[in-house]
């Protein structure tokens, strides 16, 4: 999965993490979380506050 697998990202995040609401994580954890996802394979320096959104965004529509 690469930063720009939204939907894939917030699956995984969502199967991972079923504890966590996220509308109150902060970006730091996220971008840990997905760091640490099996199947990840992405350039840390590729995630920025725009792509963190949107991820965030997809996560709790997943939950939605």
Do not use: N, Y
Not at 3 to 30: C, G, I, Y
Not at 31 to 42: H, K, M
Not at 49 to 57: F, K, N, S, T, Y
């Amino acid at each position: 999965m690469k930063w720009t697998d939204s939907q894939a990202l917030a699956e995984a995040l969502a199967e991972h993490h079923p504890q966590v609401d996220p509308r109150r994580a902060r970006f730091t954890e996220l971008r840990a979380w997905v760091l640490a996802l099996p199947g990840f394979d992405d350039a840390p320096e590729r995630c920025g506050e725009r792509v963190l959104e949107a991820l965030q965004q997809a996560w709790i529509d997943e939950l939605g």
